[in-house]
């Protein structure tokens, strides 16, 4: 049975909004109703339709003004529009912004359900929306808006056959995401190959990769297949490829672009077929003007690119995960524990977790191994983290933080010119005087700066 895509209705007319839905529900939808652009974006921020249809017109912020916030925070959810016959050149203009559509109202049922089935075909379906279609995804446990958003995209990518780079620091799981695009796409059927670009001296690198011929070098006793002919009509997963040597990265350069390899000692060359997914944890742009990294390597790569957030961007998948972990390794070690004691959720949930998933991961099986309760206590917790846990400022501390930073930022590039300064923070000079009061904040200092600089 397929399972119905979601749409959320934005309209402050509650009659227009109750009939709209009534008519999708008809069509076989699911729908969800906001009566402001407002609460739709509180909605984007715990869910993921597949599809906005919104009126132009509303009280508070517009049509338009939401679909510009939804474009930069989930570029591949599509918006229709609703508009008044005389906001057609308003509605145009949305179109060229990149909004999906636009009807005008009073709208024909027969024409909306045309837009609405061509945006669905664009867009990427949720792992909550198709639970067939959610089996690619089945290991990564989420409930964050940020990895739905990521996962989308790695579902779209996965329909394709371009070469793809991940980005994200270590133990975010990229290897999982590799394995998850790799498992929704054609070929899926055929091996996945991962090899870490990190961990592999350069000589025994280009070995793994290409293979080698008997005798290529001291200790080649027989041929080699490398991971190109394993993953053969399937996918090589070349982990933190920013730690490739220059010379390895000339080879997988021209193995790249002519398709295809020569084993280390062999005259003769290999015909492959193969879809590379790479990941890194470094950034690459810079260790192009550093001098370490080819840039014509990096664009052959960086097809398309998939950043994942770290752990803590994703706090709410914490309490998921060490759930699942939980369970995961009572079964392994067969210990009677069900859970963890709120004070102990509280800290994990609290952690700075430098390590991300992996790290949150080998603390749950210590304390497994190590609790004598049924339920893991906070003691557990801090031993395993070795007390060094930095735990998550307050709201107002934080925000106090970031407006300090903030001041301190435009005082920077203004050379202390509290006029301009205040111009760029869109502040009344007096409102600005006493932010720089509050924050003990002398402006001087920061025009004195200027001149020891030209000095």
Not at 26 to 39: I, L, M, P, Q
Not at 236 to 252: R, T, W
Request: hydrophobic share 45%; charged share 25%; net charge neutral.
């Amino acid at each position: 049975m397929e399972t119905k895509s979601k749409i959320l209705l934005v309209d402050d007319d509650l009659d227009l909004l109750e009939l709209l839905s009534i008519r999708l529900i008809a069509a076989g939808y699911e729908t969800d109703t906001v009566n402001s652009a407002e609460s739709a974006l509180n909605y984007l921020d715990m869910a993921r339709p597949q599809l906005v249809i919104s009126d132009m017109q509303m009280s508070g912020m517009d049509g338009m003004a939401l679909f510009e916030q939804i474009n930069q925070k989930i570029p591949t959810l599509p918006v229709i529009i609703l508009t008044a016959y005389g906001n057609i050149p308003d509605a145009v203009a949305a179109v060229q912004h990149g909004v999906f559509g636009y009807l005008t109202k009073p709208f024909d049922s027969k024409n909306l359900l045309v837009h609405i089935k061509k945006a669905l075909q664009h867009v990427p379906k949720s792992a909550k929306a198709d639970k067939l279609h959610s089996l690619w995804r089945k290991e990564i446990i989420t409930q964050s808006a940020v990895m739905e958003d990521v996962l989308g995209k790695a579902d779209l990518v996965s329909r394709g056959d371009a070469s793809v780079l991940l980005y994200g620091e270590s133990g975010v799981g990229k290897e999982l995401f590799a394995r998850a695009i790799h498992s929704a796409s054609s070929r899926a059927n055929k091996s996945f190959v991962a090899v870490n670009c990190a961990a592999i001296s350069e000589q025994l690198l280009e070995s793994e990769l290409f293979g080698h011929v008997k005798g290529a070098f001291t200790g080649a006793i027989r041929n080699h297949q490398g991971l190109f002919q394993l993953a053969e009509g399937g996918t090589l997963f070349l982990d933190e490829i920013g730690d490739m040597p220059l010379l390895l990265q000339v080879k997988l350069l021209r193995a790249l672009q002519e398709k295809q390899i020569r084993p280390v000692g062999s005259a003769h060359s290999v015909d492959i077929d193969v879809r590379i997914i790479s990941a890194t944890h470094r950034n690459l742009t810079a260790e192009i003007a550093n001098g370490n990294f080819r840039e014509d390597l990096y664009y052959r790569l960086d097809v398309v690119s998939l950043k994942i957030p770290a752990l803590s961007q994703r706090r709410e998948d914490i309490p998921l995960l060490a759930n699942y972990f939980l369970q995961l390794f009572a079964k392994r070690y067969q210990r009677d524990i069900h859970g963890f004691s709120p004070d102990a959720m509280q800290i994990l949930v609290s952690a700075s977790w430098p390590g991300n998933v992996r790290q949150l991961m080998n603390i749950v099986e210590q304390c497994v191994v190590l609790s004598a309760a049924s339920l893991v206590s906070p003691a557990l917790i801090h031993d395993a983290m070795h007390m060094k846990t930095m735990e998550l400022t307050s709201f107002e501390e934080a925000k106090k933080q970031f407006e300090r930073d903030y001041l301190v930022r435009i005082l920077k590039i203004t050379s202390g010119n509290v006029t301009q300064a205040a111009r760029i923070a869109k502040r009344n000079r007096t409102e600005f005087y006493k932010l720089l009061q509050r924050y003990q904040l002398d402006f001087s200092i920061f025009k004195d700066r200027e001149e020891k600089v030209n000095h």
